[in-house]
């Protein structure tokens, strides 16, 4: 279900974000969720099993990556 404007008329996105209260909420929505993320993942690591977070971390392709790109 499409619940913005923006999302029917992508032209939109390019308004300014002072008239743009999408954008606003949006920013606030992706903060919330990336702050639960990086708890659960740190939750994770801080396990002692095995888990595949843990995998990841400790492998080769996740050089240079930061912890949000994980999640």
């Given amino acids: ?8 008329f992508p032209i939109l996105d390019i308004l300014p974000r002072c008239f743009a209260k999408w954008k606003r909420i949006s920013t606030k929505f992706h903060k919330y969720e990336s702050q639960l993320n990086l708890r659960n993942l740190n939750a994770v690591w801080a ?19 930061l912890d949000l790109e994980v999640e």
């Fill in 47 to 65: 396990q002692k099993r095995w888990n595949w977070a843990k995998l990841y971390k400790d492998s080769p392709f996740s050089q240079g990556t």
């Fill in 1 to 8: 279900m499409r619940r913005w404007w923006v999302d029917i």
